[in-house]
């Protein structure tokens, strides 16, 4: 079954500190990956996408690296901010035409304390 | 704002009676996806318009659930006879097309509680 699994469920941490969130999936066969970042009451808003050629895409204080063998992926998050408080979804695509068929993770909860 | 835009934000409504959200993509984005969210989990993808014609459907889309894109640019997602179970997060997302590394942008959704 495709899968899309996220650890932590939640992370609290305070304001500039580093932190990595994870993800894990079990799609076959795979295109690309996505990070978002959903504030509360808001939809989700695109970090990166990366292909199984791609190892890393940043995007600011974003990092996103992706191990295509172990279908593994996490976001670092550096000098974390106020605002970077929200969820954090993994998103898997297993088609490079059909984005329907998106598997989302259930998200990190992301708390950044002053 | 030139961001896809939903209305309403909140709806409230009684178990039996029907509701209907609007949804307003990007301009000139001819792809527009309905996303069904609750607490605590990821977006769950219902149904997509390619301009005018609706190409996929979710299993979840059940009966009570209808959507129209009638003139290839705002989409309408209809909920007849709401249960409570339908209380959710609706988000509409829009893109400019499909293809490798397509790129989603939604909406900020309509929370819809259904007493």
């Known amino acids: 079954k495709n899968q899309v699994e996220q650890s932590p469920q939640s992370l609290i941490i305070l304001e500039g500190k580093n932190c990595t969130l994870q993800?894990?999936?079990?799609?076959?066969?795979?295109?690309?990956l996505r990070w978002y970042k959903q504030d509360t009451g808001r939809g989700p808003v695109s970090l990166t996408i990366?292909?199984?050629?791609?190892n890393t895409k940043s995007n600011g204080r974003y990092t996103a690296t992706l191990d295509a063998d172990t279908k593994q992926s996490s976001l670092h998050i550096t000098a974390s901010q106020l605002s970077d408080s929200a969820s954090y979804i993994c998103?898997?695509?297993?088609?490079?035409?059909?984005?329907?068929?998106?598997?989302f993770g259930t998200g990190t909860r992301l708390q950044v304390f002053p | 704002d030139t961001g896809v835009s939903q209305n309403p934000r909140h709806k409230i409504t009684k178990r039996g009676q029907n509701v209907t959200f609007r949804c307003d993509p990007i301009?000139?984005?001819?792809?527009l996806y309905w996303y069904r969210q609750t607490l605590g989990q990821g977006p769950e993808f219902l149904t997509y318009f390619q301009n005018e014609a609706q190409l996929e459907k979710s299993r979840l889309l059940s009966d009570r659930f209808s959507a129209e894109r009638p003139k290839g640019s705002f989409s309408t997602l209809e909920i007849q006879r709401t249960e409570q179970g339908d209380s959710a997060m609706y988000l509409c997302?829009?893109?400019?097309?499909?293809?490798?590394?397509?790129?989603?942008?939604f909406g900020s959704g309509t929370q819809l509680s259904v007493l």
């Open positions: 993800c894990n999936y079990t799609v076959s066969p795979f295109s690309n």
């Open positions: 998103v898997v695509s297993p088609s490079s035409y059909n984005t329907d068929k998106l598997i």
């Open positions: 997302a829009s893109s400019p097309d499909g293809g490798t590394n397509e790129k989603l942008f």
């Open positions: 301009s000139e984005h001819n792809r």
């Open positions: 990366m292909t199984f050629s791609e």
